[in-house]
């Protein structure tokens, strides 16, 4: 069983950061895909950015791409998000999740956390 815990989450000015984070816990995660997703009210859950674990190769939607950046850390078990510019158009709760294939396909990602909220105001 795979753990996994998000954090950093919260409420932020247009323009403004804010940093996510996802602890995992539960297996070794050297051969694991890593990703965020985000659902917003009213919305499908979608897609965000992607990271292979040992490689580093990494993959974003084209509505984040220049403005987030996904990383890991293995020593510590965790990947991040920073999140830059930020618009209104980014509230929504996001998830991370860990998967066998780099993918924005969400049924390919066999771990999910809870979700943090990230509320962008105008």
């Known amino acids: 069983q795979v753990q996994l815990v998000e954090s950093g989450g919260g409420l932020v000015q247009a323009g403004g950061s804010l940093r996510l984070s996802c602890a995992a816990s539960?297996?070794?995660?050297?051969?694991?895909?890593m990703g965020w997703f985000r659902q917003a009210p009213g919305k499908e859950r979608e897609f965000v950015a992607a990271?292979?674990?040992?490689?580093?190769?990494?993959y974003y939607a084209d509505s984040v791409k220049g403005r987030f950046t996904i990383s890991r850390d293995n020593a510590k078990n965790t990947v991040s998000l920073q999140m830059n510019s930020l618009k209104p158009e980014d509230t929504a709760v996001y998830y991370c999740a860990a998967g066998w294939a780099i993918t924005t396909t969400q049924a390919r990602y066999d771990y999910w956390g809870q979700g943090t909220q990230v509320t962008v105001s105008s």
């Open positions: 539960g297996r070794t995660f050297s051969s694991y895909v």
């Open positions: 990271i292979r674990w040992s490689g580093g190769s990494t």
